[in-house]
């Protein structure tokens, strides 16, 4: 059983590009989640997907920011124009809908550094 | 809006002795779910231990066990037999019941073990 995975695990770029990261969640969790980590903070919850379908979104998550699923699998971030506040650890977590306590289960996170 | 709240960023304890971490929530739900996250340096989220709200007996993982008071809103993390392993930054979280799956967290606390 491998866990969630996310790649790249790290990612330095510049000002004003775009960047990509993708999640690929325990194969049968149907739900997948996003969160932002700062420096010296908790999680901070982005987006979550069931299946293919994208049902929340916070307030946090700006028009810069995009994600998908599709085919109800993998999953993408995309940040457009990229700020130097966006530097943070993104963490994708996934789980199973119906299980216990619904826990979420995470990657190992993309760190994410904008000059 | 629910909020968690760690009043400690930072603990040590002597391995092989018992350390208590706290945490506070406020929420308006009867159904929810509290979680207790470990972060080690560098390394991806783990689960340590889950408590479903509608159950009034504490969980208990191996050397981990928590203090449940839903009245008092009050959810902390014992650790006996400390091992230099348990070293890491813990995360309090919190999950609301029916259709609301985001997990809430704290800030978290730091826990150092002293050879």
């Known amino acids: 059983d491998t866990g969630v995975s996310q790649n790249p695990r790290h990612k330095i770029t510049k000002r004003g590009q775009n960047v990509t990261f993708r999640c690929d969640p325990i194969s049968e969790h149907n739900r997948l989640y996003w969160y932002r980590q700062t420096l010296g903070q908790g999680p901070e919850f982005l987006t979550y997907?069931?299946?293919?379908?994208?049902?929340?979104k916070s307030r946090l998550l700006s028009d810069r920011f995009s994600a998908e699923r599709p085919k109800g699998s993998f999953s993408t971030l995309e940040i457009q124009r990229t700020e130097q506040g966006d530097s943070a650890m993104y963490l994708c977590?996934?789980?199973?809908?119906?299980?216990?306590?619904?826990?979420?289960?995470f990657g190992p996170g993309t760190r994410l550094l904008v000059l | 809006a629910q909020t968690v709240t760690q009043s400690q960023p930072e603990m040590s304890v002597q391995e092989a002795e018992t350390v208590t971490l706290s945490c506070t929530y406020d929420?308006?739900?009867?159904?929810?779910?509290l979680f207790w996250y470990k972060q080690p340096p560098s390394r991806q989220m783990i689960l340590v231990i889950r408590q479903e709200a509608y159950k009034q007996q504490n969980a208990t993982e191996n050397r981990f066990s928590v203090n449940f008071q839903k009245a008092a809103k009050s959810f902390s993390l014992k650790i006996s037999d400390s091992q230099l392993g348990d070293a890491a930054m813990y995360f309090c979280?919190?999950?609301?019941?029916?259709?609301?799956?985001?997990?809430?967290f704290g800030k978290g606390t730091l826990l150092t073990v002293n050879p």
């Open positions: 977590a996934s789980s199973l809908a119906g299980a216990a306590s619904e826990t979420q289960y």
């Open positions: 929420t308006s739900e009867s159904d929810y779910y």
């Open positions: 997907f069931q299946n293919e379908a994208q049902l929340e």
């Open positions: 979280a919190y999950k609301g019941g029916g259709s609301n799956y985001k997990l809430t």
